[in-house]
Nanobody, 123 residues
Framework: QVQLTESGGGLVQAGGSLRLSCTVSGRTFSNYHMGWFRQAPGKEREFVGDVSANGGTRYADSVKGRFTISRDNAKNTVYLQMNNVKPDDTAVYYC?????????????????WGQGTQVTVSS
């Protein structure tokens, strides 16, 4: 059973920074395509960005230039560095793993999900 555990959420002021981590159990992390999503109250879960097994990244337009995704295969961990955060970034952030490398930006393209971590940005 693959388990994903996010950490690093919290309260941050607008313009500040936060780094989220997601640690994945199991021995095949390096083969997974990993994604970050977020869900604000009353809204659908939306794509934030992803990182491929070989380290390539892409981002939603709303976070491009502010957020950076990276992975450390030795630690089975993927990171979401959030800089210059805005109140609109307030949401529960989820990491997800895609074992089939579908390179999807929608939720059903992922097989495993973490429990989420709350990020609140104050103005």
């Amino acid at each position: 059973q693959v388990q994903l555990t996010e950490s690093g959420g919290g309260l941050v002021q607008a313009g500040g920074s936060l780094r989220l981590s997601c640690t994945v159990s199991g021995r095949t992390f390096s083969n997974y395509h990993m994604g970050w999503f977020r869900q604000a109250p009353g809204k659908e879960r939306e794509f934030v960005g992803d990182v491929s097994a070989n380290g390539g990244t892409r981002y939603a337009d709303s976070v491009k230039g502010r957020f950076t995704i990276s992975r450390d295969n030795a630690k089975n961990t993927v990171y979401l560095q959030m800089n210059n955060v805005k109140p609109d970034d307030t949401a529960v952030y989820y990491c997800a793993a895609d074992r089939w490398r579908r390179f999807s930006i929608i939720t059903r393209g992922y097989d495993y999900w973490g429990q989420g971590t709350q990020v609140t940005v104050s103005s």
